[in-house]
Nanobody, 127 residues
Framework: VQLQASGGGLVQTGGSLRLSCAAS????????MAWFRQAPGKEREFVAT????????VYADSVKGRFTISRDNAKNTLYLQMNSLRPEDTAVYYC?????????????????????WGQGTLVTVSS
C-alpha cells in the first residue's frame, strides 16, 4: 500500500488549501480513510475521516466547519479542503487507511486504528 499526500504549502491566515492523497496497492473503495496531522513537538492528531462510500464523515472539533474531507473512488484519491486556515493548523498532514477491512461498529478516529501513513505534506499558516 502506498499513500502519496500532496498540496501543502505556505498560506496566510484565513486562506485555503486543498490536500490530495493518491492511494495505490489497495482496493480504495473498500477502506475507510482519514487525515491526521502532526505539529512540531506535538503528537499526531486526528483531523477527519470518511467511510468507504463517502456517506459518513467525522471531524475533529478544532476543524469542524472549516475543513471538508471527500474522496473519489474512481480516482483512488482522498481530499481535504481546508478553509479559514489558522496558524495553529500548521503541521505535517498525513493520509492513512483504516487497518481493518471489515465494517466497524464505530468509525475509527485513533492513530492506532490507521496505518500506511506515507510521507505527509507540510502546511504552514502565517499570521
Amino acid at each position: 500500500v502506498q499513500l502519496q499526500a500532496s498540496g501543502g504549502g505556505l498560506v496566510q491566515t484565513g486562506g485555503s488549501l486543498r490536500l490530495s492523497c493518491a492511494a495505490s496497492g489497495l482496493t480504495f473503495s473498500t477502506r475507510t480513510m482519514a487525515w491526521f496531522r502532526q505539529a512540531p513537538g506535538k503528537e499526531r492528531e486526528f483531523v477527519a475521516t470518511i467511510t468507504r462510500s463517502g456517506s459518513t464523515t467525522v471531524y475533529a472539533d478544532s476543524v469542524k466547519g472549516r475543513f471538508t474531507i471527500s474522496r473519489d473512488n474512481a480516482k483512488n484519491t482522498l481530499y481535504l479542503q481546508m478553509n479559514s486556515l489558522r496558524p495553529e493548523d500548521t503541521a505535517v498532514y498525513y493520509c492513512a487507511v483504516d487497518r481493518v477491512i471489515a465494517l466497524r461498529v464505530t468509525i475509527p478516529t485513533k492513530v492506532v486504528e490507521y496505518g500506511n501513513w506515507g510521507q505527509g505534506t507540510l502546511v504552514t499558516v502565517s499570521s
